[in-house]
């Protein structure tokens, strides 16, 4: 668990690829949405693996983060959300409606955790697995307070070198967003 200022929520790491890729998985030009994968050599010099902050569909009506987004759009909340940070992460890498560009922000794990930016001017570039292009931004201030705080919380106490040595380091980059790891809507059915 990983407590994000006023609630406990579910903090793990998911899906890790040694030897990896990071990939486009955006379906509309306007969002950013990335995924990891490994080649079956599994030969890169790159790792990757998701950071998951968890949202529940249970406390929907509740959730200080998903409460504005069900006020608007009810039980489409959760997807209106994904879309929402997508669109966001599209803009903090330099994308625009005209251009429907992939470029992915990016931002240093350990700056992420201490809220500063990363550079990554031409003198210092930030080294990735992502062949579409990144860009350093402030990926801190990307998600809603609560899911950052949670997250930063998360890295700090739990993948830290105690217990996952060499997550926590100044080669780690953190790219945003990876929202499709569960499917932001349910629906029940009769049994």
């Known amino acids: 668990k990983a407590f994000d200022g006023s609630i406990n929520r579910g903090a793990y790491s998911f899906c890790m690829c040694p030897g990896g890729q990071i990939v486009p998985a955006s379906t509309n030009p306007n969002e950013i949405c990335v995924n990891g994968m490994s080649f079956s050599r599994r030969d890169s010099q790159f790792a990757n693996s998701a950071l998951v902050v968890t949202l529940s569909q249970n406390n929907i009506e509740t959730d200080p983060v998903l409460q504005p987004y069900h006020e608007q759009h009810g039980v489409l909340a959760g997807l209106e ?47 990735s697995s ?49 929202t499709r790891t569960s499917s932001p809507l349910r629906i029940s059915r009769d049994g």
């Open 81 to 127: 959300f994904q879309k929402d940070m997508e669109r966001r992460a599209s803009i903090m890498g330099g994308n625009s409606d005209t251009n429907g560009g992939f470029t992915v922000p990016v931002q240093r794990l350990t700056d992420f955790c201490n809220e500063k930016s990363s550079g990554g001017g031409s003198s210092t570039p930030l080294s």
């Open 130 to 178: 992502y062949r579409l292009g990144v860009k350093s931004a402030p990926c801190h201030e990307l998600y809603p307070p609560a899911l950052t705080t949670a997250l930063r919380n998360a890295v700090v106490t739990h993948f830290n070198e105690h217990q996952m040595p060499g997550f926590l380091c100044d080669e780690g980059l953190l790219h945003g967003v990876e």
